[in-house]
Nanobody, 122 residues
Framework: QVQLVESGGGLVQVGGSLRLSCAASGRSSTSFDVMGWYRQAPGKQRELVAHITRGGTTKYAEYAKGRFTISRDTAKNTVYLQMNSLKPEDTAVYYC???????????????WGQGTQVTVSS
């Protein structure tokens, strides 16, 4: 059973940057074909922000393109989300998980962790 632990969130001003980390234990994150970062803002559904395949192919939500970068360090069994030019609408709890496939992000293969809070102040 894999456990995913997110970290790196915090309070940042508009235009600032944060780097989120997702550490996997119990199973290598590279054993999943796809790893993704999700977010859930207050009163909204959880949504996929970006994903990265085992081969390194990435895909981003439209609002994340050009500002966010997903990457993985297989040696550290960790997936990252570098977020730049942050906006107030990026405020949310950010989670990582393994989507069932690149086409099916609503079904995931691991239990949800606690997430990490990102708050962008204007």
């Amino acid at each position: 059973q894999v456990q995913l632990v997110e970290s790196g969130g915090g309070l940042v001003q508009v235009g600032g940057s944060l780097r989120l980390s997702c550490a996997a234990s119990g199973r290598s994150s590279t054993s999943f074909d796809v790893m993704g970062w999700y977010r859930q803002a207050p009163g909204k559904q959880r949504e996929l922000v970006a994903h990265i395949t085992r081969g390194g192919t990435t895909k981003y939500a439209e609002y994340a393109k050009g500002r966010f970068t997903i990457s993985r360090d297989t040696a550290k069994n960790t997936v990252y989300l570098q977020m730049n030019s942050l906006k107030p609408e990026d405020t949310a709890v950010y989670y990582c998980n393994a989507p069932m496939s690149t086409a099916i992000s609503t079904l995931v293969l691991a239990s949800w962790g606690q997430g990490t809070q990102v708050t962008v102040s204007s």
